[in-house]
């Protein structure tokens, strides 16, 4: 269960933050990694999330030992690319 917090949003200023588990995508040099279930501060009302900067240096050094093959990723899947073209 998410823990409400007493700050405010900096992007729509929403003062209802919470502390929760999210999915982040960390890209690097063309590739992407996939980290389930990472920490974050979530705004409430439009969705912001803010990471703390130990959590982003350990996912970027995790992505950088999976591409030296330092590491093996818990599972690997296949993801669809697709151009956005306008009508």
């Not at 439009?46 to 970027?60: A, N, R, S, V």
């Not at 050094?61 to 093996?72: E, P």
Request: proline fraction near 2%.
């Amino acid at each position: 269960m998410a823990q409400t917090l007493d700050q405010q949003c900096n992007f729509c200023g929403n003062r209802n933050l919470s502390a929760t588990h999210t999915r982040y995508i960390h890209q690097q040099d063309g590739e992407m990694l996939i980290v389930e279930d990472v920490p974050c501060i979530e705004c409430d009302y439009c969705g912001e999330q803010y990471f703390e900067i130990k959590t982003l240096k350990k996912i970027e050094a995790d992505h950088l030992a999976l591409a030296a093959h330092q590491k093996q990723p818990r599972r690997t899947l296949r993801v669809a690319v697709e151009d956005f073209h306008a009508l």
